[in-house]
């Protein structure tokens, strides 16, 4: 697929076929893609973790009301002790950490796209609960829950929100 196709085509799915569990491969290439967005400093403090068994699918249920029944969902965060970091002209220590994240989260979606699975970017859950049932340490900031899978083509495909897009020149200002 082209990259401009995948622009156009990738979308947030609301529904998911829960038995259309994505191939090791499958998640290993969109984890690849990830790990080759880019990052402050290229430190890649971005981590992932990639949850799939029916008991902890039960605990991401637990933790947002958002998964939406995709068969796998990444915990996408970062490691504060990895990311670069920057006194911005002596105020407030700034981390990059989240930057990193989104950077590959955004890199795991395309990739996604490319490989004809849909995802959901969430951001409203409990990331106390989430850490807990994980047992992600406290340096890890956990910034998203992205649900993967293949999308249910009747209940599930883009919507009506999708396809609106604001022109150009009510988002650009060119100096």
């Not at 400093?41 to 009301?65: F, G, H, M, Y």
Request: net charge negative; aromatic share 6%; glycine share 6%.
């Amino acid at each position: 697929m082209e990259l401009q196709q995948a622009l156009e085509q990738r979308y947030s799915a609301r529904s998911f076929v829960a038995e259309a569990v994505p191939t090791v491969q499958q998640i290993t290439a969109i984890l690849e893609a990830g790990r080759l967005a880019p990052t402050a400093k290229n430190v890649q403090s971005q981590r992932v973790w990639v949850v799939t068994k029916p008991e902890d699918l039960e605990k991401i249920d637990a933790a947002t009301r958002c998964r939406y029944g995709a068969p796998a969902v990444l915990i996408v965060g970062s490691d504060e002790n990895v990311a670069a970091r920057h006194n911005l002209w002596g105020g407030t220590d700034w981390s990059f950490g989240k930057d990193d994240a989104t950077s590959a989260l955004v890199h795991m979606m395309l990739k996604a796209t490319d490989l004809g699975l849909a995802t959901c970017w969430l951001g409203a859950f409990d990331d106390t609960r989430v850490r807990a049932d994980f047992a992600i340490p406290e340096n890890v900031a956990i910034h998203a829950l992205l649900d993967l899978g293949t999308p249910d083509a009747e209940n599930g495909g883009p919507s009506p929100r999708h396809t609106s897009r604001v022109p150009l020149e009510e988002t650009v200002t060119w100096l």
